[in-house]
């Protein structure tokens, strides 16, 4: 296997397992204001910045018929609290330690290219010392990325700050928004889905995707 020039990794979903999290930080406070969120509108939140899922589920309220939508100050207000409790407690995925490590000792140059903000990468990341090891970040609120997923920006970014191309990068996403994303920006893409959704259901969410990692493991095996 030809080895990439340069590893770009999405952290929720993908290194650490936040997103059932996650979801159920935005299922508290949607419900807060009397707008149960379904499954697959959880899904659709995978991935995308914080500031454009709360506009998004602000839309959901607005369209169930509410008799008043909260602005985005509110809704993040009842969502923050509870997210931070959370996410403090998100373990590793399986192989997630293993892979950066096998990078790091393969001496293959390592970005995070995240949605999340960089405060709240430093509260999940803070329990997990071996994400230290990916020291070249791009954050959601970084003042240089002009669009969160599925622009491609953040991936590009990520590949600029590593001087690398991102066309010999290998990128690893678990969201559909991420997916399109890191293909946009001509990365070779590896997709950990989660792992609840039927073969339908992955061909629907990630076309073109031919091939899904059950595990970071399987890469380990792979990358040598």
């Known amino acids: 296997m030809v080895r990439p020039v340069a ?4 952290l929720d979903g993908l290194l650490l397992d936040t997103e059932p999290l996650h979801a159920e930080a935005w299922q508290q406070a949607s419900s807060h204001f009397g707008r149960v969120l379904e499954a697959e ?19 959901w309220i607005g369209g169930s018929g509410a008799a008043a939508v909260p602005s ?15 996410l403090i407690q998100a373990a590793p995925m399986p192989g997630a330690l293993e892979l950066v ?26 329990p997990h010392p071996w994400l230290a090891c990916i020291s070249v970040r791009v954050h959601g609120d970084d003042p240089l990325l002009q669009r969160g997923k599925p622009a491609p920006d ?13 066309n010999l ?17 001509g990365c070779r ?5 989660p792992n609840h959704l039927s073969s339908q259901q992955r061909q629907e969410l990630y076309p073109g ?16």
Do not use: N, Y
Not at 103 to 117: D, N, V, Y
């Open 189 to 193: 893409v590896h997709v950990l889905p």
């Open 154 to 166: 953040v991936f590009l970014l990520a590949a600029e700050r590593l001087g690398v191309d991102p």
């Open 41 to 59: 509108e959880l899904l659709a939140l995978r991935g995308r910045r914080r500031h454009d899922c709360a506009d998004q589920v602000r839309q």
């Open 72 to 86: 985005r100050e509110a809704l993040l207000a009842v969502r923050q609290p509870i997210a931070e409790a959370l």
């Open 7 to 10: 590893c770009l990794f999405d």
């Open 169 to 185: 990068c290998w990128a690893f996403e678990d969201s559909p928004a991420g997916v399109q994303a890191a293909r946009a920006a």
């Open 209 to 224: 995707i031919d091939r899904f990692l059950s595990s970071l493991e399987e890469i380990v095996g792979e990358l040598q």
């Open 101 to 126: 490590r096998h990078c790091q000792a393969l001496e293959i140059p390592m970005a995070l290219a995240t949605s999340s903000s960089k405060a709240a990468v430093e509260l999940k990341a803070a």
